[in-house]
């Protein structure tokens, strides 16, 4: 099977814009989705597809994609962004799926 | 309101198996595959695989076949994922996943509504 990579920690500061990225081959021709995960809590959906937000969902977060990397941006990051990002997406030539290790986003 | 709710944690010795059940409500059972996710403590998540609630259908993941079962009820909306065989290593929060559905068209990697977790502890 294949496999996502992200970076395992990031910082961003109040109000200014990050971009957190996933790299994986898989991605060349499936788009990633997105999940936040705050400390004792599950995953929630942020973003899927090429950039859908589900409701709910501020326009501050956007998806894209470039190659075999997929990214998802903040564009004023507020205090409560502040939580664990996963990407996903469908494995290469396979009905199964592969999740990223995660990045740790920190609001300074 | 849409939910999945899970059953409560378990413990067991390693070489055992578990099963934990996931009950969905407030949509039509069958018309959303189930995902199975888990995380072990201070880790990422872990696709596990997933069911069609509609046929019964299933695919696991390549490093659980053969230790993991995945089965439903459609009578009480209810999948349920049995680990065997278990290890410490599979000590984890086990989560189920609902997969987004648009328009009836499957997004296969986007889960919108996940149950509350539950966690399966493997100690001697």
């Known amino acids: 099977s294949s496999e996502l990579t992200q970076d395992p920690a990031m910082s961003v500061a109040l109000g200014q814009r990050v971009k957190i990225t996933c790299h994986g081959d898989?991605?060349?021709?499936?788009?990633a989705s997105w999940y936040q995960q705050k400390p004792g809590q599950a995953p929630l959906l942020v973003m899927y597809?090429?950039?859908n937000r589900p409701s709910g969902i501020p326009d501050r977060f956007s998806g894209s994609r470039s190659g075999n990397t997929a990214s998802l941006t903040i564009t004023g990051a507020q205090a409560e962004d502040e939580a664990d990002y996963y990407c996903?997406?469908?494995?290469?030539?396979?009905?199964?799926?592969?999740f990223g290790g995660g990045t740790k986003l920190t609001v300074l | 309101q849409v939910q999945l709710v899970q059953s409560g944690a378990e413990v067991r010795k390693p070489g055992a198996s578990v099963k934990v059940s996931c009950k969905a409500s407030?949509?039509?059972?069958?018309?959303?595959?189930i995902h199975w996710v888990r995380q072990a403590p201070g880790q990422g998540l872990e696709w596990m695989g997933w069911?069609?609630?509609?046929?019964?259908?299933?695919k696991s993941a390549q490093r659980l076949q053969g230790r993991v079962t995945l089965t439903r009820d459609t009578s009480i909306s209810t999948v349920s994922m049995e680990l065997s065989r278990l290890r410490v290593g599979d000590t984890a929060l086990y989560y189920c996943?609902?997969?987004?559905?648009?328009?009836?068209?499957?997004?296969?990697?986007?889960?919108?509504?996940w149950g509350q977790g539950t966690m399966v502890t493997v100690s001697s």
């Open positions: 996943a609902r997969r987004l559905t648009i328009f009836g068209v499957a997004i296969f990697d986007a889960f919108d509504i």
């Open positions: 407030g949509y039509t059972f069958s018309d959303y595959y």
């Open positions: 069911i069609n609630p509609k046929s019964g259908g299933t």
């Open positions: 898989s991605l060349s021709n499936s788009y």
């Open positions: 597809g090429k950039n």
């Open positions: 996903n997406s469908r494995d290469n030539n396979s009905d199964h799926v592969v």
